[in-house]
């Protein structure tokens, strides 16, 4: 049996059972009644755990005349991310921000949360990518009704020449689901495959030389989770786009 991370077994200790009653009334069979929460589910459970601290301790400490590096750190990232969704929105971009910079920073926390002994990155299981993939084509399709209406919305599905929409429709339909695909694949593949490169030389090597993977694998979770948020914002700019 799969020994559990420290973090995991804690969870279980003490939700095992309320979380065991919860699936069982959503129909769901957990692997293990007794250990129902998995490796991958808890970390994503302490990720959204730290960004809740975070984001509390941006907010009660806010000062215009004597910010804190906490309030510097959370002001860096948010221009960084506001200037892109500018460039590639427009200039009604900055309602979408918050949702952008949340799931950057979990995708990066999830991703880098595994270089910390006694953890694991979730992301090399493809269910959280998965999950990420699906709330942002939720997110942009929500967004492209609410900004043009259903009608208008379904309209641009179509193409610009109307007697192509016919053929336009379910290719544009099948483009739109394979984003899924795409951004699960693209992540996930990224960091099992970091995942396991690192931990294979630090089988082999265990000093010296693994720590180059390990900023190895540091840069590719920072690049990756960006390129899932820059997708992001390009995904947003179609749907909210209004034709001319």
């Not at 990720?47 to 215009?64: D, G, K, Y």
């Not at 959370?74 to 200037?83: N, T």
């Not at 030389?201 to 948020?229: M, N």
Request: charged share 10%; hydrophobic share 55%; with cysteine.
């Amino acid at each position: 049996m799969h020994e559990q991370l420290w973090f995991t077994a804690l969870l279980n200790k003490y939700l095992a059972v309320p979380t065991t009653a919860l699936l069982h009334a959503l129909k769901i069979q957990p692997h293990d009644p007794l250990n129902p929460i998995a490796d991958f589910v808890s970390m994503q459970i302490l990720v959204a755990l730290i960004l809740l601290v975070f984001f509390l301790l941006v907010r009660t400490r806010l000062s215009a005349e004597k910010p804190g590096a906490v309030q510097h750190m959370a002001e860096m990232m948010h221009e960084m991310m506001a200037g892109q969704a500018h460039d590639i929105i427009g200039h009604h971009s900055e309602r979408y921000v918050p949702f952008v910079v949340t799931i950057f920073l979990f995708i990066v926390l999830c991703n880098v949360i595994g270089l910390v002994p006694g953890f694991m990155s979730p992301t090399q299981f493809p269910f959280v990518p998965l999950g990420c993939a699906i709330a942002t084509w939720v997110y942009y399709h929500f967004h492209g009704v609410r900004h043009q209406g259903p009608i208008q919305y379904a309209k641009h599905f179509g193409g610009p020449v109307w007697w192509l929409a016919p053929l336009m429709f379910p290719i544009e339909i099948i483009s739109h689901t394979a984003r899924v695909m795409s951004l699960t694949i693209r992540l996930y593949a990224n960091m099992f495959a970091g995942e396991m490169v690192t931990l294979a030389f630090f089988s082999l090597l265990p000093i010296g030389v693994p720590i180059i993977f390990l900023g190895l694998h540091l840069g590719v979770s920072l690049l990756q989770a960006f390129i899932f948020a820059l997708l992001t914002m390009i995904y947003l700019a179609g749907a909210v786009a209004e034709e001319h």
